[in-house]
């Protein structure tokens, strides 16, 4: 390659980056609905290709056939369960002059066992200067949420729309070999497919065990609560705990001791068990992933991409082990057919 030869190539690779840069800060906002797409794609790929290939329907007709389905299937869903948790919420009957009682209470307890005056004027100050931050998170999270499913539904059309041919032109781009692709592709397939299927059903039947416990231990608003334990198993491990551990401390500062100490042996033996016990089945049942994946992927995955950390956490630090693994078989590695294989990437 000559030394103009060299200037044009990388010159155009100093342009694709800054323009990339560009395009992905002003892009961000839309992160979510790109990402949903990608997953949604990822489902119902096969789909795609049966109704063109095998009923001979036409590219439009079978994208516009699959996104009624995407409405019906995931957006109606989702934004039928947050109507109803604001219902919930606005339903709520909160009796004011006993609640500040109670809170009353609960700081003088505080307050004769360690000291600390929890209702002094700087706490209370801080706690005000929350509230208007309440508002504005839970009407950007459903402004966010609506533009951000029209994005899914335009980028999935498109994504329908090209198939085969955008499948085998970003195939190319791809920096590996053929084997390492094939290797990076199914990757992706299963992980996507493993969170996207799994996460919901883990969600449900979790949601569902809490609910109980809630009901039976005598939980104010237990439909509610359980419907926001659904969503706490989104993090892994301890997500429910920021549910049920604040029910139990309400329950025992009440005074009602026995409920109390009741849905704490109830949530520490069923909710906690049931979330690290179905979610690790769930993955090795469907990617047979390691668990540490799961849980560190998710952890990093929430702040960096938002709802869709839950799929693309795991499927970043998935992708960034085999990643490592390749370049290590790739280069590092002089008899390769005894480098061992690292055992965190078990179904590559």
């Known amino acids: 390659m000559t030394f103009k030869e060299q200037y044009w190539k990388y010159s ?13 800060h002003y892009f961000s906002l839309l992160f979510s609905g ?5 997953t949604i794609y990822i489902l119902v790929r096969k789909q795609m290709f049966h109704l063109t290939e095998k009923k001979k329907f036409g590219k439009n007709l079978s994208a516009s056939i699959i996104l ?6 995931f957006l109606i869903p989702l934004a039928f369960a947050v109507w109803l948790l604001i219902e919930e919420i606005q339903g709520i009957n909160l009796n004011i002059p006993s609640t500040i009682a109670e809170i009353q209470k609960f700081a003088e307890m505080v307050k004769e066992r360690t000291g600390y005056n929890m209702l002094n004027t700087d706490n209370l100050v801080s706690a005000a200067a929350y509230l208007p931050k309440i508002g ?9 949420f609506a533009v951000n499913s029209v994005v899914l539904l335009f980028v999935l059309y498109f994504m329908l729309i090209g198939g085969k041919g955008m499948e085998a032109y970003l195939y190319e781009l791809l920096p590996f070999n053929n084997a390492n692709k094939k290797d990076v592709l199914l990757e992706i397939k299963v992980m996507v497919k493993s969170n996207a299927l799994g996460i919901p059903l883990l969600a449900t039947i979790q949601g569902g065990f809490a609910t109980a416990g809630y009901i039976l231990f005598g939980v104010p608003d237990p439909i509610l609560f359980g419907f926001l334990t659904c969503f706490a198993t989104i993090i892994p491990l301890i997500g429910t705990m920021f549910i049920w551990l604040p029910l139990t401390i309400y329950l025992a500062v009440t005074g009602d001791w026995v409920n109390a100490l009741g849905l704490a042996a109830y949530s520490l033996i069923v909710i906690s068990n049931v979330d690290n016990l179905l979610r690790f089945i769930l993955q090795k049942k469907i990617a047979n992933t390691h668990p540490m994946i799961t849980v560190f992927g998710v952890v990093i995955g929430l702040p960096v991409f938002g709802f869709w950390g839950v799929i693309f956490g795991p499927l970043f630090l998935s992708m960034f082990i085999l990643l490592i693994d390749i370049f290590k078989r790739g280069y ?3 008899d390769k057919t005894a480098a061992p294989k690292n055992p965190l990437n078990k179904h590559t």
């Open 34 to 38: 790109i990402l949903g797409a990608t």
């Open 332 to 334: 590092l590695e002089n």
């Open 136 to 144: 504005q998170i839970l009407i950007g999270s459903v402004s966010s």
């Open 12 to 24: 155009l690779i100093t342009i694709i980056l800054f323009m990339g840069v560009i395009l992905f």
């Open 68 to 73: 009624i389905e995407v409405v019906m299937c």
